[in-house]
């Protein structure tokens, strides 16, 4: 057998796995449920703290606030805090004040030496909060009527330390909307999501920003985000630390309950993408590339012998059949994927370029880092040095 002949069997099994992966994870990942009939009894014994870090929010703080009006639950209170912003976020926030919503302003103040923003902000809203539960959530979050009422349903009926839910993404281009689908891919397509679940290995977890509810005692357990105040992923970071100390992380289909609002433009959803790559690979040059390269196999080697089996009419030749084999699992996992997470199918045909668009904005955060010019609401998030 040549070295061709290897090649294309190796890329033949690996692209088999994420296609094995994404139907076990599609059969495996439950969307949160009500369980519990007698709802107010439930509530009487568990009080929610709802906390929001807000920094120039202005344009989405109002319809957050107004989703959380309309929860279900009723055991529950808001804290925002105000992260020393340059618009109108705070005004936005006053007039939910005198409202139904049980809600508290703060202000935040500066931020200190090796600590991130948005990590100190989420520490001043820990030293705030009282429930029994501590739910996060982006201040470009929007929730289901149900969502809280579910998650505690669901938290208090698998005991989880931490329950998190990923989110519906909302694009505003078409761009936007492979790059989400391609990131929903790359981790419900390679992370079997119950073996996760069994595991005590940290790094097999994934955890979303947009929704994390805490038991407080397990919040304060792992060292909240203090124990990660350089880390710019502070969602992975926490889940994390949660599964390091023994503690129980679930993760649930959040897609009908759960919205993250789109972006302000494209450049801001590849900031955001950006800044999160480096630090969710470890600031690993090497691991980046390894990636990056295998991406590319993974993708373009199939393309490549079908193309030549093409031109030299060898449709039944073993490197043909294989790379069409392969071709069509990678395709099957995208399918399964974008069924999962509500992505529009027609963003699969354009799979190559937004491989190619994605390993671009993974040196780009490789390199924002290096030369130090990584920002995110006008503040840096430069504190951890690139390693080879």
């Known amino acids: 057998m040549g070295i061709d002949s290897i090649m294309i069997l190796v890329v033949g ?3 088999l796995v994420p296609f094995v992966v994404a139907i076990w994870n599609f059969i495996y990942l439950k969307k949160p449920a009500l369980i519990f009939e007698d709802v107010h009894s439930v509530e009487k014994e568990l009080s929610v703290t709802v906390l929001i870090p807000a920094r120039n929010e202005e344009e989405n703080i109002g319809r957050v606030l107004s ?7 009723i055991n529950y209170d808001v804290i925002v805090l105000n992260d020393r912003s340059e618009d109108d976020t705070a005004m936005v926030v006053n007039q939910f004040l005198d409202t139904d919503l049980s809600i508290q302003l703060i202000e935040g103040v500066p931020t200190p030496v090796g ?20 739910l996060f959530m982006d201040a470009d979050t929007v929730l289901d009527r149900d969502a809280i009422r579910a998650a505690i349903d669901e938290a208090m009926l698998e005991e989880s330390d931490l329950l998190t839910m990923i989110p519906l993404r909302s694009a505003n281009s078409f761009i936007e909307r492979g790059l989400y689908g391609f990131i929903d891919w790359a981790i419900f ?7 996760a679940h069994w595991s005590k290995r940290s790094y097999l977890s994934a955890s979303y920003g947009q929704f994390m509810l805490f038991k407080n005692k397990s919040y304060l357990a792992i060292g909240g985000h203090e124990k990660i105040k350089d880390i710019a992923v502070d969602d992975f970071g926490l889940g994390r630390l949660i599964k390091k100390a023994g503690l129980y992380w679930t993760l649930k289909d959040g897609t009908h309950m759960v919205t993250a609002l789109p972006y302000s433009g494209l450049w801001e959803s590849v900031k955001g993408v950006s800044r999160s790559l ?3 690979l470890n600031y690993s040059f090497s691991l980046v590339a390894l990636i990056s390269i295998g991406l590319i196999v993974l993708f373009f080697v199939p393309v490549l012998y079908l193309y030549l089996g093409l031109t030299e009419k060898d449709y039944f030749g073993y490197a043909f059949f294989l790379s ?10 995208y399918l399964v994927s974008c069924k999962k997470f509500s992505h529009s199918s027609l963003i699969i045909p354009f799979i190559h370029f937004t491989v190619i668009f994605m390993i671009l904005i993974a040196f780009h955060s490789l390199l924002s880092n290096i030369f130090r010019f990584a920002t995110w609401k006008n503040r ?9």
């Open 13 to 15: 099994l690996f692209s």
């Open 67 to 73: 989703s959380l009006r309309e929860q279900t639950y």
């Open 115 to 134: 600590w991130l923003g948005k990590h100190w902000a989420c520490h001043q809203l820990s030293s705030k909060a009282r429930g029994d539960y501590w």
């Open 189 to 195: 397509a390679w992370l079997p999501l119950q073996v």
């Open 278 to 280: 480096a630090p969710a």
């Open 324 to 333: 069409l084999s392969s071709t069509l699992f990678l395709i099957g996992s």
């Open 380 to 388: 840096n998030m430069v504190n951890r040095k690139i390693k080879l």
